[in-house]
């Protein structure tokens, strides 16, 4: 399969887009329904921590990444295969429930196209590699973890430890780094920003960033090494800075209300998977540190 798609790269980016689009159907279930799940655990626990019986509506009604099927949440019509092909269904329907009429949000449809042509990125610079196949799992987990973190202000363990575990695993055949810099990087990764995290809180008495953007910057250290920290610390400072004060100035937000560091820190991290020599490159010519 690979000796097909090194000779015809085109058939290669076609079969990765519509994989991309495939995916990022499956991530608007993932971002809709694992903030829910992880409240339903919550629940739980905080019950029978206090010795609360929970009610049959509670524990009947199994709700996960698969059950139940995806329906309207005003009817509860059940979506059916013909009304869920990413983007066309949503241009079909008009953006509307056929059963209802209620405006389905356009964010789905940019959700899959935003897999899709991130994918299509990795795959023209990797080529048909394992390096893409690798690059592709960590791009849809950096999707789902900026929407979430978006959404609800969270970044899920279920996502962030696993992936931190599978960048220190797919370090030992040195893809995208060696062993001894994905471990330095997990470290330096996340006590960074625990580092930064303490002298605030010391500081000031407040908590500046939640404890998921120290495992985020982990991950991404054990994906890339320790050299890319440092790149994806400034890089996601300069961009969050920049729409932090665009927020506040052209749509009147209010400073004191928090804005998530995790899509900054996601984003600055895809960059950097596919650019980070370059711009590190970049900088030290700039700088003139390099010969």
Not at 24 to 34: C, D, T
Not at 140 to 154: C, G, M, N, R
Not at 224 to 239: D, E, F, H, R, Y
Not at 242 to 265: A, E, H, M, Q, S
Request: glycine share 8%; charged share 15%; net charge negative.
């Amino acid at each position: 399969m690979l000796l097909l798609f090194n000779e015809n790269l085109t058939a290669f980016i076609s079969v990765i887009a519509i994989l991309g689009l495939l995916i990022g159907s499956f991530l608007n279930v993932v971002i809709l329904r694992l903030p829910i799940m992880m409240e339903k655990e919550w629940f739980s626990q905080c019950n029978e921590l206090l010795e609360i019986t929970q009610t049959d509506e509670q524990t009947d009604k199994p709700f996960n990444l698969v059950t139940p099927n995806s329906h309207c949440p005003k009817c509860n019509h059940e979506i059916k295969a013909t009304e869920n092909i990413p983007i066309l269904s949503y241009l079909f329907l008009k953006g509307r429930c056929s059963d209802c009429d209620i405006k389905i949000p356009a964010r789905y449809p940019i959700i899959e196209a935003t897999t899709a042509l991130l994918s299509i990125a990795v795959a023209w610079h990797f080529g048909p590699t394992w390096e893409a196949a690798a690059a592709l799992l960590l791009t849809w987990a950096l999707i789902t973890l900026t929407v979430i973190d978006f959404d609800h202000q969270l970044l899920p363990d279920s996502i962030t430890l696993p992936f931190l575990w599978l960048g220190l695993g797919i370090s030992l055949t040195g893809v995208f780094t060696d062993p001894a810099s994905a471990i330095i990087g997990g470290l330096v990764g996340y006590l960074s920003l625990w580092s930064v995290y303490i002298l605030f809180k010391l500081t000031t008495g407040k908590e500046g960033m939640g404890h998921g953007d120290f495992k985020l910057l982990a991950m991404l250290g054990a994906w890339l090494g320790w050299q890319a920290v440092l790149p994806i610390i400034l890089l996601s400072s300069i961009v969050g800075a920049i729409v932090g004060i665009t927020l506040i100035v052209v749509r009147g937000r209010d400073k004191n209300i928090p804005i998530p560091f995790g899509p900054y820190l996601a984003t600055a991290g895809w960059i950097t998977l596919l650019w980070g020599d370059q711009i590190i490159q970049t900088y030290l010519t700039t700088m003139s540190i390099s010969p």
